[in-house]
């Protein structure tokens, strides 16, 4: 199964050209959700003007070079590895989530483009790939599902609660990803795998389709938004944000003669606030 290319099997029903077709529909809905998304929330204008006083407020100018030192960090912590999440467990599952889909959508569009009839035998790499993305994206969507999102412990949520716009998402990609793996396992049976590839349709059109109103678009944005963070701290300008303090330091216990009232010439230290344990108290 592992190594079977199931769109060349399906070429005998639909035609190539048909499901080439919907690959690029797919992808037109991405990029409108996203736009719509960016009008309707008003993201990309507040990011510009954020950047735009940020920079009023920079008390030095970032040569190039670091602009791209920041843009490189940028992509190997919070784009490639997450490392902006704190909690192991999710990062791990996010990380499984992230690169399924990346494989599997990526073997998809290889498979369906390339070699998408019987006629046009696809290298063995790309059906394993497909399926152990799909095989990634399940093990990280119901990981994040049934222990992460709904953790009764700290989350008080049942499994079966659904958020509408903020679940349609991860629903979509762990429906898509599952009814993908039942219709490739139950090729040539019939009216049950019939069924599991409409499921497998019917799941990604509205993964794609709900864009505008999932949190999709997010991961577009996420990026950008990181990478202004490294800057507005590298520039000096820190969003218009007092500076990080030593509350020790005498003059700044002269600038600031309440930290002494209140705290003493020795403040100690403050402890792991929120960080300090897990959320157990429900």
């Known amino acids: 199964m592992i190594t079977l290319n199931p769109f060349s099997e399906l070429s005998g029903f639909i035609p190539p050209l ?3 077709i919907y ?16 009008m309707h929330k008003k993201s990309a204008q507040y990011f510009f003007e954020n950047a735009k006083k940020a920079q009023k407020s920079a008390k030095r100018t970032l040569s190039g070079g670091e602009k791209t030192s920041l843009a490189v960090q940028t992509l190997a ?3 490639l590895t997450s490392s902006e999440f704190k909690n192991s467990r999710r990062r791990i599952s996010h990380l499984f989530t992230m690169y399924g889909f990346i494989i599997f959508v990526v073997a998809t569009v290889a498979l369906i483009f390339g070699y998408p009839t019987p006629d046009t035998a696809a290298p063995s790499i790309l059906p394993i790939l497909w399926h152990l993305g799909a095989l990634m994206l399940c093990f990280g969507g119901y990981w994040f599902w049934f222990f992460i999102r709904v953790d009764v412990a700290s989350e008080g949520v049942k499994w079966y609660n659904f958020n509408g716009r903020g679940d349609i998402f991860i629903v979509g990609l762990i429906t898509m ?3 993908a793996l039942l219709w490739s396992a139950t ?9 599991f590839f409409v499921l497998f349709i019917a799941c990604s059109t509205v ?20 990478y ?3 800057c507005i701290k590298a520039d000096g300008s820190r969003e218009n944000l007092p500076e990080d303090y030593d509350l020790t330091d005498p003059a700044v216990q002269a600038k600031y003669p309440d930290i002494p009232e209140y705290m003493g010439t020795n403040p100690p230290n403050m402890g792991l606030g929120i960080s300090a344990e897990a959320p157990r108290h429900y």
């Open 77 to 79: 912590n919070e784009v």
């Open 177 to 179: 990803a599952t009814f």
């Open 18 to 20: 048909a499901m080439q």
């Open 228 to 230: 202004q963070k490294k």
């Open 187 to 195: 090729m040539g049976g019939g009216a049950l795998n019939t069924l």
């Open 23 to 38: 690959i690029i529909a797919m992808f037109l809905l991405v990029v409108g959700g996203t736009i719509l998304d960016m």
């Open 207 to 226: 993964l794609f389709g709900s864009v505008f109103w999932s949190k999709f678009a997010h991961m577009f944005f996420k990026p950008a938004a990181a």
